[in-house]
């Protein structure tokens, strides 16, 4: 039996073949389209008879090999990679569903992710039932006939919760449901939802797969009848990563294990360091032992990524002082970066969502959400510390 090389190797040598010039590194394609040999090979490869690349809106060779590392990073079948985050949630939906059809979601999720499900689907009658993290029992409460997809995200945006993914999973296959995760706070580094039941599974590719705040980008990968069915979308609504954007990420994915590993060490000891301090009301972290779900985090997750959420004393005005006196961190919406990033999402990422809307998944005035960056541990505490002071 051949023996599977592992996630690192997977990583780093999965590439393109090479050219006649015998490159060591994937070269960059950027070109809008592609030539044939002659009239029965482009007749053929329009018919899809046999694999050909076309036209850079439909397939490239750098977002093929991109695709294809990501896929064997999740154990997917197959995947369509698009120009951001929300444009692999949107085109994934929208590519499955059908006016009328009805879609089951945690309430915690992403802000712009609940806007689309809220104020731009119903457009085309699509509706969407909110579950409770915390009680994923009543999932199958909310399921009617035309219900026909599951969604979460596990961990959480920004309060970084735990949902028991084979839980939700054994769910949607007893219904005949379509099951897909937003997995970008963990990376397929740390979880790989498709072993949970998973038919798709979503990334950001602009968070922790670049690493880098360089680039933005989004990917969807999972069963293979289903991306055929997201891919034909694609390629006429027209969200494609761009060849550039996937050359980086595809050189990007061969330093995330090292890079995830650097992030999961420095956030578990800032939120030690957090969970004592006389300043905080509180503190999260899925590898904090006081986690509410630390036992299935630890089940489904390799570590418990880059994101700590906490809660400074004083409410909204002390967390102001907080934010204007950090000096090192950098004051941002992103998450997944090299440099640690604080931001806070009450008034940023879920500024959208009405305070009832906020509480109910969570998300307090107050609450503070960090992305661990890969500085030295005792220089970004420092930094909190001074502020905090």
């Given at each position: 039996?051949k023996n599977e090389r592992k996630f690192e190797t997977e990583a780093i040598r999965?590439?393109?073949?090479?050219?006649?010039?015998?490159?060591?590194?994937?070269?960059?394609?950027?070109?809008?389209?592609?030539?044939?040999?002659?009239?029965?090979?482009?007749?053929?490869?329009?018919?899809?008879?046999?694999?050909?690349?076309?036209?850079?809106?439909?397939?490239?060779?750098?977002?093929?090999?991109?695709?294809?590392?990501?896929?064997?990073?999740?154990?997917?079948?197959?995947?369509?990679?698009?120009?951001?985050?929300?444009?692999?949630?949107?085109?994934?939906?929208?590519?499955?569903?059908?006016?009328?059809?009805?879609?089951?979601?945690?309430?915690?999720?992403?802000?712009?992710?609940?806007?689309?499900?809220?104020?731009?689907?119903?457009?085309?009658?699509?509706?969407?039932?909110?579950?409770?993290?915390?009680?994923?029992?009543?999932?199958?409460?909310?399921?009617?006939?035309?219900?026909?997809?599951?969604?979460?995200?596990?961990?959480?945006?920004?309060?970084?919760?735990?949902?028991d993914l084979e839980v939700l999973g054994n769910i949607a296959k007893k219904h005949?449901?379509?099951?897909?995760?937003?997995?970008?706070?963990?990376?397929?580094?740390?979880?790989?939802?498709?072993?949970?039941?998973?038919?798709?599974?979503?990334?950001?590719?602009?968070?922790?797969?670049?690493?880098?705040?360089?680039?933005?980008?989004?990917?969807?990968?999972?069963?293979?009848?289903?991306?055929?069915?997201?891919?034909?979308?694609?390629?006429?609504?027209?969200?494609?990563?761009?060849?550039?954007?996937?050359?980086?990420?595809?050189?990007?994915?061969?330093?995330?294990?090292?890079?995830?590993?650097?992030?999961?060490?420095?956030?578990?000891?800032?939120?030690?360091?957090?969970?004592?301090?006389?300043?905080?009301?509180?503190?999260?972290?899925?590898?904090?032992?006081?986690?509410?779900?630390?036992?299935?985090?630890?089940?489904?997750?390799?570590?418990?990524?880059?994101?700590?959420?906490?809660?400074?004393?004083?409410?909204?005005?002390?967390?102001?002082?907080?934010?204007?006196?950090?000096?090192?961190?950098?004051?941002?919406?992103?998450?997944?970066?090299?440099?640690?990033?604080?931001?806070?999402?009450?008034?940023?990422?879920?500024?959208?969502?009405?305070?009832?809307?906020?509480?109910?998944?969570?998300?307090?005035?107050?609450?503070?959400?960090?992305?661990?960056?890969?500085?030295?541990?005792?220089?970004?505490?420092?930094?909190?510390?001074?502020?905090?002071?």
């Open positions: 039996m999965t590439q393109l073949e090479r050219t006649q010039f015998l490159e060591h590194s994937t070269p960059m394609y950027l070109t809008s389209s592609f030539v044939f040999e002659d009239a029965e090979d482009m007749r053929a490869s329009f018919a899809e008879e046999k694999e050909h690349n076309i036209y850079s809106r439909y397939s490239n060779p750098n977002s093929s090999e991109f695709i294809d590392k990501v896929c064997k990073m999740e154990g997917a079948e197959n995947g369509f990679a698009f120009a951001s985050g929300m444009a692999a949630v949107f085109s994934t939906f929208a590519a499955l569903l059908e006016t009328g059809d009805h879609i089951v979601s945690s309430k915690s999720i992403f802000g712009s992710t609940h806007t689309l499900f809220t104020q731009f689907f119903p457009k085309w009658n699509i509706g969407t039932s909110y579950f409770d993290i915390n009680n994923l029992e009543a999932v199958e409460e909310l399921i009617t006939p035309n219900t026909k997809i599951v969604y979460a995200e596990s961990p959480t945006n920004p309060g970084v919760d735990i949902l005949g449901l379509i099951f897909i995760i937003d997995n970008c706070f963990a990376s397929p580094y740390l979880q790989q939802p498709i072993k949970f039941g998973a038919d798709l599974v979503i990334h950001s590719g602009t968070k922790l797969m670049d690493g880098q705040g360089r680039v933005l980008a989004g990917i969807t990968v999972g069963n293979g009848e289903l991306i055929d069915k997201i891919y034909r979308f694609s390629r006429i609504t027209g969200p494609s990563l761009s060849p550039f954007n996937a050359w980086v990420l595809s050189k990007s994915l061969e330093t995330l294990a090292l890079r995830v590993d650097r992030h999961c060490s420095n956030a578990l000891q800032l939120a030690t360091y957090l969970e004592g301090h006389k300043k905080i009301d509180w503190v999260k972290y899925p590898f904090l032992k006081s986690h509410p779900k630390y036992e299935i985090a630890k089940k489904q997750m390799k570590a418990g990524g880059c994101v700590v959420a906490f809660e400074v004393k004083g409410g909204v005005e002390e967390g102001k002082k907080f934010f204007d006196a950090v000096k090192l961190l950098s004051l941002s919406a992103n998450l997944g970066d090299s440099r640690s990033i604080v931001t806070h999402p009450a008034s940023t990422t879920h500024s959208k969502l009405t305070k009832e809307e906020r509480e109910s998944v969570g998300i307090s005035d107050g609450m503070v959400r960090v992305s661990v960056g890969l500085e030295h541990i005792e220089d970004i505490i420092a930094d909190i510390e001074q502020a905090l002071g």
